[in-house]
């Protein structure tokens, strides 16, 4: 393992990555610094290509020491599609999916939850607490229970029903709050401040190692494209960690000299619904407000108040990228549409991004002949209701 301690993006503060770590003392999420030279001449891009098909290739990036710690159900390495009718349709004739649904848990967040839930049993936590749309919940309850942990889950009424029956399925402590994930944090807060630190807070950028595991998306990304750079990536947004972490795994790569000096410009694409980071983009603003009565049937993106705004932000801007809102009745079009076309159903997050990508080939922000990737981050099946 090449960590060498977690910086803080807003004061500069370093803090040391052998113990457990929240919020930086100025509220700020930490991010996890490596040894890059090291890693250099560690490893060379050619060597992923003869390891096992998992995030795990991606070892010396990675904050887990010790191999008897790393908790998998086998997640990464999801594949590139090419949507070639779809994608003609609307202009943008290199349009190309990555499919999260195939994940174990059916979303993304099972990249977050095994490289986290790996960390923090390596540095001895025995419960983790979090609030949860849904899907992040049932990732971290079925990693818990891989790694023999316990977890406490706090969820919306209103999130997906699969979500619910996956973290009761997995022996969690699951509580419902009548509100937003907004609630769900005030709940796990006060949980976690009356435990005397027998209950670890794993919420979202409130510890380090989600983040780590989310960046493997943008790894895999140039990876699967030879070790080449697509024009735009498209990403649902609400709480922003797989935008952040793709964006970080951007410039490790870049300095780890395997990828040029060109990078590919980010894209936030929320709901007209909830769209606080758009708001914020749009008015030149680096932290986001909270948004009154969030709505959308993209349920993993309602986030009123992302806590990581900032760093969301500034990866759109480091980009040359943008943000856009997209409206409900459009995203339920579209997953429609791309499902007819391309046999593949897609999540409401993920048919976002495809409506977003609709938009900025209409407007001309997506230029002809660009290469660009969508990421689809969960499985189309866990939302019947919505089809």
Same mark, same amino acid.
Request: charged content about 20%; glycine content about 12%.
């Given at each position: ?41 560690? @490893? ?24 008897? $710690? ?44 095994? @490289? ?124 922003? @960690?797989?935008? /952040? ?55 993993? /993106? ?35 549409? $791309? ?26 922000? =997506? ?13 189309? =099946? ?6």
């Amino acid at each position: 393992m090449h960590l060498t301690h977690l910086e803080c993006p807003r004061c500069g503060l370093d803090h040391p990555a052998d113990k457990l770590q929240n919020l930086c003392g100025c509220g700020s999420p930490l991010l996890a610094r490596y040894d890059l030279a090291m890693v250099a001449a560690t @490893v060379t891009p050619e060597q992923f290509g003869l390891r096992p098909a998992d995030l795990w290739r991606y070892r010396e990036l990675l904050p887990v020491a010790d191999p008897r $710690f790393v908790t998998t159900l086998g997640e990464g390495w999801t594949p590139l599609w090419h949507a070639r009718a779809y994608g003609h349709e609307i202009g943008v004739d290199e349009l190309i999916v990555k499919d999260e649904g195939l994940t174990p848990t059916g979303s993304f967040k099972a990249r977050g939850a095994a @490289v986290g839930v790996s960390r923090a049993r390596e540095l001895g936590v025995e419960r983790i607490a979090m609030p949860t749309n849904g899907n992040a919940g049932a990732a971290w309850a079925t990693y818990a229970a891989r790694a023999q942990m316990g977890a406490t889950i706090a969820m919306p009424l209103a999130a997906p029903t699969i979500c619910r029956q996956e973290c009761v399925a997995a022996g969690a402590d699951l509580r419902l709050v009548d509100g937003l994930i907004g609630d769900a944090g005030r709940e796990i807060a006060a949980l976690v401040a009356d435990s005397g630190g027998r209950v670890f807070d794993a919420g979202t950028l409130r510890e380090p190692y989600r983040l780590e595991g989310k960046k493997t998306m943008g790894y895999e990304i140039v990876e699967q494209l030879g070790w080449q750079v697509p024009d735009v990536i498209i990403y649902p947004t609400g709480g922003g @960690v797989g935008l /952040i972490g793709i964006h970080k795994a951007l410039h490790e790569l870049r300095e780890l000299g395997w990828v040029e000096d060109r990078l590919p410009r980010l894209v936030a694409v929320q709901s007209t619904g909830c769209a606080p980071i758009v708001r914020a983009f749009a008015a030149g603003e680096a932290r986001a407000t909270p948004w009154v009565d969030a709505h959308t049937v993209a349920f993993g /993106i309602t986030v009123p108040a992302p806590l990581g705004d900032e760093l969301i932000l500034t990866a759109l801007r480091e980009s040359s990228g943008t943000a856009i809102a997209v409206d409900d009745a459009e995203i339920v079009a579209d997953l429609r549409d $791309f499902a007819a076309r391309e046999g593949l159903l897609l999540c409401p997050e993920g048919a976002a991004c495809l409506t977003a990508a609709r938009h900025l080939r209409a407007g001309g922000w =997506i230029r002809p002949g660009e290469r660009v990737v969508v990421l689809n981050t969960g499985a189309g =099946i866990k939302y019947p209701g919505l089809v």
